[in-house]
């Protein structure tokens, strides 16, 4: 069974590769995101692929997908649903919202209000949405990915603290190599290549991935290790606020997710290490004013933290 898992996740990464070329690593994160049943926030600047990436992990997976353009118009309602009236049976009926899907592209999700983005707070938590005094259940498995652009600030409204702590990770995804940037160009010679791309996995094999995540081992020492770098944020004097007790889980959930992307059934301190950069720094808060500018300061902040706590043995 085991050996079968492993297959899955190298065939799904193989697969999203054939499109998002140079980025292995911004591909490992957003399998850590599903993997672990949470969502993912990509960064950068226009043009680098983050609506690929998007687009490329859903077509992969058998499942409903979602693609909502954010734009200052949009309503709650647009996302996730309203009663709809019915004239020839005088009754009210529910119409869900894009939001009722297995892969929700939130495209530039900071162009629209912040009553609007917290439509999406309940069905990131608890995978469901509550519209007129009912609760509707979101399909399972249930992911965001979101996209925004942190150094435009013209027609964006910033994301509440409380929507990016609903992210799994926050991850930039960069700008490619020259040879990765020379592949892209010959494999659009014949048109898009997003278009010719197949899903390698299903819902259920996904459910059952997440089921395995929860199954990897994590020792004693490896818990005191993720607590002792957020109360390193919590003690530190050039944050205004640390990492919450959410942040913590993230990271451990996280942590197992990638063990098991990796091969083991046990997390390492270095599964850790590796991922407290894109789970932390956007749980925290400097003291002063907090510009995008200051993210990679930010960042730098929370490798230290990790860099200074000692490793267990």
């Known amino acids: 069974m085991a050996s079968e898992l492993q297959s899955l996740v190298g065939e799904l990464e193989a697969n999203i590769s054939k499109v998002v070329l140079g980025k292995s690593d911004v591909i490992r994160l957003c399998m850590v995101a599903l993997l672990a049943g949470e969502h993912v926030l990509l960064e950068d600047v226009p043009g680098v692929g983050k609506t690929l990436v998007g687009k490329a992990l859903a077509k992969s997976i058998s499942a409903k997908f979602c693609r909502v353009q954010f734009t200052p118009d949009l309503l709650p309602s647009d996302i996730v649903g309203s009663s709809v009236y019915n004239a020839k049976t005088s009754e009210f009926y529910f119409c869900p919202g894009p939001i009722f899907a297995n892969i929700v592209l939130a495209d530039e999700i900071n162009r629209t209000t912040p009553r609007t983005q917290s439509a999406l707070l309940e069905a990131m938590s608890d995978a469901q949405v509550s519209i007129d005094g009912q609760t509707h259940p979101l399909p399972r498995p249930f992911m965001v990915i979101a996209t925004q652009n942190p150094f435009e600030f013209e027609g964006t409204?910033?994301?509440?603290e409380s929507q990016l702590d609903r992210f799994l990770l926050r991850i930039s995804v960069g700008?490619?190599?020259?040879e990765d940037e020379l592949q892209v160009l010959a494999i659009h010679r014949n048109g898009e290549p997003l278009d010719n791309l197949t899903p390698v996995i299903d819902c259920a094999q996904v459910s059952a991935l997440q089921q395995a995540v929860r199954e990897?081992?994590?020792e004693e020492s490896i818990y005191e290790y993720v607590?002792?770098?957020?109360?390193?944020?919590?003690?530190?004097a050039e944050l205004h606020v640390g990492v919450s007790t959410r942040g913590a889980l993230c990271l451990y959930r996280a942590s197992q997710s990638l063990a098991l992307i990796e091969g083991r059934e046990y997390v390492v301190p270095d599964d850790v290490k590796r991922l407290a950069v894109p789970v932390l720094a956007h749980r925290v808060i400097t003291k002063g004013y907090l510009h995008g500018s200051q993210r990679g300061a930010i960042e730098a902040l929370i490798q230290r933290f990790v860099d200074d706590v000692p490793v267990p043995g």
């Open 227 to 236: 607590l002792d770098i957020v109360e390193a944020t919590r003690n530190s």
């Open 216 to 218: 990897v081992a994590v």
């Open 157 to 160: 409204y910033p994301l509440p």
């Open 175 to 178: 700008y490619p190599s020259r």
